[in-house]
């Protein structure tokens, strides 16, 4: 199922991600380019809720650019597998090699703004991230490791501590939205 198809398909889980979907479809029906950063608007990008087993922890990393704890996630880059690009982009972000995918398709679907920033000595204006976030399970015993040109920590936080450790308020929302809808799942 192309990713179009996915996004149709999903079921959103409140008023967020129902505005979020269908501004994610309208934008897919009139940018061609919404799968690269050749669109300065508005472009894709997958990100992961990783879990350990017993659902009390979440993983995370010091982003360096926003200096702030963040889920893993990055660029689709012209990837329309948007589950390929957040397993890849997991895996490289903090060193697990052992990832299970535990939510049937998209968990989630937001639009984030990003405020303009220099990137590898480049400006990058403000624009908008569409994302997709999956729900994986990991191992908390297995072995971290930082990626030193994109964060600078990578550890497991109790998950009700989640928002207290963020100091992104655009993203306190969505990680307590996260991980409301894993209690429902549960």
């Given at each position: 199922?192309d990713l179009?198809?996915?996004?149709?398909?999903?079921?959103p889980?409140?008023?967020q991600?129902r505005?979020?979907?269908?501004?994610?479809?309208?934008?897919?029906?009139?940018f061609?380019?919404?799968?690269?950063?050749?669109?300065?608007?508005?472009?894709?990008?997958?990100?992961?809720?990783?879990?350990?087993?017993?659902?009390?922890k979440v993983?995370?990393?010091?982003?360096?650019?926003?200096?702030?704890?963040?889920w893993?996630?990055?660029?689709s880059?012209?990837?329309?597998?948007?589950?390929?690009v957040?397993?890849?982009?997991?895996?490289?972000?903090?060193?697990?090699?052992?990832?299970?995918?535990?939510?049937?398709?998209?968990?989630?679907?937001e639009?984030?703004?990003?405020?303009?920033?220099?990137?590898?000595?480049?400006?990058?204006?403000?624009?908008?991230?569409?994302?997709?976030?999956y729900?994986?399970?990991?191992?908390e015993?297995?072995?971290?490791?930082?990626?030193?040109?994109?964060?600078?920590?990578?550890?497991?936080?109790?998950?009700?501590?989640?928002?207290?450790?963020?100091?992104?308020?655009k993203?306190?929302?969505?990680?307590?939205?996260?991980?409301?809808?894993?209690l429902e799942?549960e």
């Amino acid at each position: 199922m192309d990713l179009q198809e996915q996004i149709k398909n999903f079921n959103p889980f409140n008023e967020q991600e129902r505005v979020d979907k269908e501004m994610m479809l309208e934008y897919m029906n009139t940018f061609k380019d919404v799968l690269t950063r050749e669109n300065k608007m508005c472009h894709f990008t997958a990100s992961s809720w990783i879990v350990n087993k017993e659902r009390t922890k979440v993983l995370m990393i010091y982003h360096n650019i926003y200096q702030f704890w963040a889920w893993t996630g990055g660029h689709s880059d012209g990837d329309d597998n948007l589950l390929h690009v957040a397993l890849k982009e997991a895996k490289e972000e903090s060193g697990l090699e052992h990832l299970k995918v535990l939510s049937d398709g998209i968990y989630s679907l937001e639009i984030v703004t990003v405020d303009c920033h220099i990137k590898k000595g480049k400006f990058v204006p403000s624009h908008l991230h569409l994302d997709c976030c999956y729900l994986l399970e990991a191992n908390e015993n297995e072995p971290l490791r930082i990626k030193e040109d994109e964060n600078s920590g990578v550890k497991w936080i109790d998950i009700d501590k989640v928002t207290e450790v963020t100091n992104e308020p655009k993203m306190v929302p969505i990680y307590q939205k996260l991980n409301d809808k894993l209690l429902e799942l549960e």
